[in-house]
């Protein structure tokens, strides 16, 4: 394959993944091995060693360390790029609030798994939905071509903003199964991806304190000059995490205009225009909802589906825009907010609320440990929750598809 131009290759999840960082030229690769995310650091170490890419490979002990790397080769001012999954992302966990907090514009993979105990290392999203009030931008993807390309924008992403970029994706529903990928050329992605301009000072003739005890309020600093306090840093953080959500779009646009295809920005919908219940779901399982819609409608249901791309920050305006025609949502979610529902259903339903947009909305766990997900139920689902709105004048308690208890 020529550097300079594009082609199709028949790929993983992983490589996909792997070929967007090397297209991206980082810089340094911290890397620790957890199934289902091995195979893109195994792809990145082939790279380095063979050439392919002039970058440092950085072998460490645990995930914990992973980020540290990526922590101390942000700050000192080049692109950076690790990847984890299950409880190897809870090992970083502590890190992350870390990276966030520092403003760094660290780009991770999370090839989604489930979380111990017991030990299950097949997909659900439980593992990125437990890190998402550390400060991270996260976007999900729903088939190969779209790891590739939202990594690409992620890089983009998190150098405008100075924040961190978790991009997530089906462990082996997309993480192994290969599918055909559109590869830019190197000089095509340079162009939309210029060389990261480092925003922390390192200079030894100068030298900085990092991350200094922050005290709840203002206070000078030693030449006299007012420094924010804690909440100061939490503010600033929080505003760039809203104006995330127009960078997001800004940036899909970007890409669209340099590659010829767009990823969607903060949602994708399919059939939604006329439709009056929509499927709502992140990652493949969105694809999944997709095919279910087309059941639905042949059934005599005009259904269409909402795909969750940003989950953090949230889209609520724009999911309410995109669910302000229906007359119910019903929203299948990969993972739980434990004792309560699952955490798209729970966003979903405030987001709706806070804009005054208020279709019926009901909700279902489903896929928790790999357990299949497939159209069939989906429809089953929302013809279930047809029926309830029809037949029942009390909220819907969350459904689980497919459990056998």
Known sequence: MAVNSSAVAVITGNKAAAEAARLAKVEVIAAYPITPQSGVVEALANYVETGMLDAEFVTVESEHSAMGVCIGAAVAGVRVFTASSANGLAYMSEQLSWVSGSRLPIVMGCANRAMS?????????????????????????????????????????AELLSLPVMVCYDGFILSHTVMPVEIPGQEQVDTFLPKLVARTIVDNDD????????LANPRQNGNGVLCHGYMEFRY???????????????????????????TGGLTWSYQLEDAEVALVAAGSLANEASVAADTLREAGVKAGVLGIRSYRPF?????????????QAVVFDKSLTYGYGGPIYVDVQAALFRNRVLPEVHGYIAGLGGRDVNARQLVDAVMESIAWNSSENKPKPVGWLNLQI
């Open 117 to 157: 105990a017991p030990w299950n290392v097949l997909n659900d999203q439980q593992d990125a939905m437990s890190q998402r009030d550390h400060g991270w931008i996260q976007l999900y993807c729903r088939d190969n071509q779209e790891i590739l390309d939202t990594f690409l924008q992620a890089f983009r992403i």
């Open 207 to 214: 030298p900085r304190n990092i991350n200094p005890v922050t």
């Open 236 to 262: 600033l953080m929080q505003q760039a995490l809203e104006e995330s959500l127009d960078t997001i779009e800004t940036v899909d646009k970007e890409f669209e205009a340099c590659f010829g295809r767009s």
């Open 315 to 327: 889209p609520d305006v724009k999911v309410a825009q995109e669910l302000s025609g229906v007359r």
